[in-house]
């Protein structure tokens, strides 16, 4: 990374990133400044040939590190070509960079609604997970999936066996911590 800025530090002594920055026959300059550390970039030939591409980046921190002997500073990130699809996405245009944030967003308020749903348990100790469909009706199978999927994450529920099904695929049995 080449730039002609000074380094600067943000509260925690992590190194930001520059403004602007050529690398591999690329500059890149800062656009916009989105929530939860999401950036828009502007990305084209550092020869000014070619056509223009933003950038969606969430930028990360990167903590300090031993490499050979050498102590690499704690600095923010920009994301690596194989991050690209989950931590960053070229765009066609600023506007079509905003679009994929706003769907990112919805995707992660999605997620966060599915985490605080309430499901009701059985009265049994242990159970399966269509014993637990048939309490919460007014939920999908995807829903309860995913809050069992989490339950066993947290620790707050775990498996305990297997019960035969008459169709196939055994079913998971669970009980409560």
């Known amino acids: 990374m080449t730039t002609t800025e000074p380094q600067k530090l943000d ?6 990133l520059p403004k602007t920055w050529t690398e591999s026959g690329w500059s890149f300059k800062f656009i916009k400044k989105l929530d939860e550390n999401w950036s828009i970039y502007l990305r084209e ?15 990360t921190k990167q903590e300090e590190f031993n490499f050979k002997g050498n ?3 704690k600095k923010w ?11 960053g996405y070229d765009c066609i245009s600023e506007q079509r960079a905003l ?5 990112i967003k919805h995707k992660e308020e999605e997620k966060e609604e ?10 049994r100790k242990e159970f ?4 637990i469909e048939q309490l919460n009706s007014d939920k999908t199978y995807a829903q309860i999936y995913n809050k069992i999927k989490d339950l066993l994450t947290e620790k707050k529920i775990k498996v305990t066996g297997e019960k035969e099904n008459t169709n196939g695929k055994p079913s998971k049995i669970y009980k409560v911590i």
């Open 11 to 16: 509260k925690e002594g992590y190194i930001l």
């Open 45 to 59: 030939k550092a020869n000014g040939e070619g056509r223009r591409h933003y950038e969606l980046v969430k930028i």
């Open 71 to 73: 102590i690499i500073p």
């Open 77 to 87: 990130k920009y994301p690596g070509t194989t991050a690209f699809g989950k931590m």
């Open 99 to 103: 679009e994929i944030y706003e769907s």
């Open 114 to 123: 599915e985490k605080s749903i309430k499901i009701i348990f059985p009265s």
């Open 128 to 131: 399966t997970i269509k014993e």
